[in-house]
């Protein structure tokens, strides 16, 4: 069965940072664009990070540039997203996904939520002092 599992979430303060991670199975995540997605109670889910197949590609929302990376290894079938300078609105389930009509990202956006299939469980990430 194709799909994500997303780790690496927790309970953290103000100004920490984290690291998720999100292995893919069943698939090679070389084939596709992928991202990182979060959803927040009573909120829609919303894009934070995209990256490229190949290309290097990427998409970061305007709320998390600077703060967070994106990067992927191929060759582990990983992605990951590199969280710094958290903040209490950055508390979500973070979701990992793959585009499976496209191999790139335009980092200008709009990021086509419905273009992404594969869902994981997703990672809860909550920040709070």
């Known amino acids: 069965q194709a799909q994500f599992v997303e780790s690496g979430g927790g309970l953290v303060q103000p100004g920490d940072s984290l690291r998720l991670s999100c292995a893919a199975s069943?698939?090679?995540?070389?084939?596709?664009?992928t991202g990182w997605f979060r959803q927040a109670p009573g909120k829609e889910r919303e894009a934070v990070s995209c990256?490229?197949?190949?290309?290097?590609?990427?998409y970061y929302a305007d709320s998390v540039k600077g703060r967070f990376t994106i990067s992927r290894d191929n060759a582990k079938n990983m992605m990951y997203l590199q969280m710094n300078s958290l903040e209490s609105e950055d508390t979500a389930v973070y979701y990992c996904?793959?585009?499976?009509?496209?191999?790139?990202?335009?980092?200008?956006?709009?990021?086509?939520?419905?273009?992404?299939?594969?869902w994981g469980q997703g990672t809860q990430v909550t920040v709070s002092s």
């Open positions: 990256i490229g197949a190949t290309d290097g590609s990427t």
């Open positions: 996904a793959a585009n499976l009509m496209r191999t790139t990202v335009d980092g200008r956006g709009p990021i086509r939520i419905y273009e992404y299939d594969r």
């Open positions: 069943g698939f090679f995540l070389r084939d596709y664009a």
